[in-house]
């Protein structure tokens, strides 16, 4: 199902409405490296780092993907008060523009941190640190307080869970409460092993571990289907609905009166964390938009796909999810006749900050090694784009076309023609250009402008 630009502006309606988000921010660590010998210790392999940084996790990437969409998040969270990861995530949450007045600031509890170590495009390891110990008095009533002041505005109540025993049964009673109280909807993001005590809810988004948890928990058959563990959990948990995210076979939503299904898109996953989160901001989103649940699911299934082929967690905005969901152009759409529409398209990403690699291909080399080399073109940039030249019959052509095209490391692709590949790089005017072997290309110098006819 296409996304509509009407549902995207029912969205964009929203700009400067408030959501009120309590849940449990942390910080996700990325550090980068390369692997070139094990380790004679143990049979591990030795992880050379080379760079390391500092990105939203839990809660505050929920709170990035509302920010995202236009969306006045009051985030409702516990850091510590001294750690440099609260300080780090006040900043960072800051420079988004997302308010902080709701965080509490722990003298007893430090900030939650999640370590991966990333080696030659793949994690080798995680390391959690973080505080199991359930929230004291003092911070409790804090946080009550923070719920009052932040809910005066907010149109939805969303919960994080990170099963972090920040967001108990107490912090939920309460926000139920309030909720109530204003007439507003809560969803809720929940992870185990205590299911129960997110009764009364409005809705609830489970990933597929968290929906056998839950339905384990319940007493319901593992082996049932979803359709009937959907209903079973809505009914033993007082809740309207249930949203079942199911990673790339799409977005399940049950309720005792209405079932519907976005089926998955099927690529290339560079990094799942954090598209949970997306999907859930954009379900919560959604419903308070006022949308229905079959529309809330659609746009939640576009915008995670899209999270999933950047790297790290990426929240997704309206006008990129509007670009890829709605025109067909970047996921559905890759090769075009013209270069004109290509450095249209590419105006898109570059304002964005995206950076674009150029590189080309020639027919009769589309199948030697050719999957090794666009991947290493693309690892030094966001998009990359592939002119495919040389001599060849129409036939020819056309099926080294599809090969390129098929392949998820390749965002655009044309046809040189009777074009050069340097007046092709002129009127693009990519950030790096690639040469035969996927490396940067230094000898090739790309003069931007000097090819001002339409390609």
């Not at 760079?51 to 516990?78: K, P, Q």
């Not at 809910?151 to 309460?174: N, W």
């Not at 009914?235 to 998955?264: M, Q």
């Not at 030094?380 to 390129?404: F, I, N, P, Y």
Request: one cysteine or more; aromatic letters at 8%; a neutral charge.
């Amino acid at each position: 199902m296409c996304v509509t630009k009407d549902v995207l502006q029912r969205l964009r309606d929203l700009k400067g409405e408030h959501v009120l988000l309590v849940g449990e921010p942390f910080v996700d660590e990325y550090i980068y490296g390369s692997v070139k010998r094990f380790s004679r210790a143990a049979p591990v392999p030795v992880v050379n780092e080379e760079t390391r940084e500092w990105e939203f996790g839990g809660a505050a990437n929920i709170a990035a993907n509302f920010s995202a969409i236009g969306v006045d998040t009051r985030l409702v969270g516990l850091l510590g008060s001294s750690d440099r990861e609260g300080s780090f995530l006040i900043n960072l949450l800051e420079r988004r523009d997302i308010r902080t007045d709701g965080i509490v600031r722990s003298n007893v509890h430090r900030t939650a941190r999640k370590t991966r170590v990333m080696g030659e495009g793949h994690q080798m390891l995680r390391i959690d640190c973080e505080d199991f110990e359930p929230i004291s008095r003092h911070d409790r009533l804090e946080f009550y307080k923070k719920i009052d002041e932040c809910a005066k505005k907010a149109m939805v109540v969303a919960i994080a869970d990170f099963a972090q025993r920040t967001v108990d049964v107490s912090i939920i009673q309460y926000v139920l409460k309030v909720a109530r109280e204003k007439n507003i909807s809560v969803i809720a993001t929940p992870r185990g092993p205590e299911f129960a005590k997110y009764s009364g809810v409005d809705y609830l988004k489970l990933n597929r571990f968290a929906y056998a948890d839950c339905a384990r928990q319940l007493g319901l058959e593992p082996s049932a289907s979803i359709s009937k563990n959907g209903v079973a959990i809505c009914e033993k948990l007082s809740c309207t609905g249930v949203f079942i995210t199911l990673g790339g076979d799409g977005i399940h939503y049950v309720s005792k009166t209405e079932e519907c299904v976005a089926r998955g898109f099927k690529h290339e996953v560079y990094e799942a964390t954090g598209a949970g989160g997306v999907a859930f901001s954009y379900i919560a989103s959604s419903l308070a938009a006022g949308l229905t649940v079959r529309e809330a699911i659609h746009i939640a299934n576009n915008a995670a796909s899209i999270s999933v082929r950047h790297k790290k967690s990426y929240p997704v905005s309206l006008d990129e999810l509007e670009f890829c969901g709605c025109e067909g152009v970047g996921r559905h759409t890759k090769v075009f006749r013209k270069w004109a529409t290509v450095k249209r398209v590419l105006g898109y990403f570059k304002n964005r900050n995206k950076r674009v690699v150029f590189t080309t291909v020639n027919i009769v080399d589309a199948g030697h090694g050719i999957i090794e080399i666009l991947e290493r073109a693309r690892s030094h940039g966001d998009v990359l784009v592939v002119a495919l030249g040389g001599d060849g019959t129409t036939e020819e052509r056309e099926r080294s076309g599809k090969l390129l095209s098929a392949l998820e490391c390749v965002d655009f692709m044309g046809y040189l023609d009777h074009h050069s590949e340097k007046e092709v790089a002129n009127y693009l005017c990519p950030d790096v250009c690639a040469d035969e072997t996927g490396g940067v290309n230094k000898r090739f110098v790309v003069t931007c402008g000097a090819v001002r006819a339409q390609l």
